[in-house]
């Protein structure tokens, strides 16, 4: 016996239950008791790039742009705690590290008073979604 899972909505990112009722029949026509079970159907994870990073050193403020391939409003990315160019990890928490979604699955955050991230060749930028996904580390431009 196989079962094909429900495929989900375009934008879903709850997972969805599905409850599955089983009778076997043999060949002499006799029927089982029925059998009852759940499946749990999870929607798959986006993918997060980030398209462009730049610290502006005038103005001490971090600018991130970001993408989800997931389109929806409960889609809610995260910047992760980045190495700075004193060589220390800052954690952006505190200044607010979740993006604004802007629709379309795009998403902008900017830190004002954030320390400058490492520069080229370090790729110290990572964005986190809650659907699972991780960007590849991404570096940033100085203005």
Request: without cysteine; charged residues 5%; hydrophobic residues 40%.
């Amino acid at each position: 016996m196989t079962f094909t899972a429900p495929t989900l909505a375009a934008g879903t990112i709850s997972p969805t239950t599905v409850t599955l009722t089983i009778i076997a029949t043999n060949a002499g026509g006799a029927v089982s008791a029925p059998a009852t079970t759940t499946v749990t159907v999870k929607p798959l994870p986006d993918t997060v790039s980030v398209t462009s990073a730049q610290f502006r050193l005038s103005q001490t403020r971090l600018a991130i742009t970001a993408t989800s391939t997931v389109v929806s409003p409960s889609v809610v990315l995260t910047l992760q705690p980045y190495l700075t160019t004193t060589g220390t990890t800052f954690d952006p928490a505190n200044l607010g590290s979740v993006f604004t979604n802007t629709g379309a699955g795009n998403y902008t955050l900017t830190l004002v008073g954030a320390p400058e991230p490492a520069i080229s060749p370090a790729k110290p930028i990572v964005v986190k979604s809650n659907l699972g996904a991780t960007s590849l580390p991404s570096a940033i431009t100085v203005r």
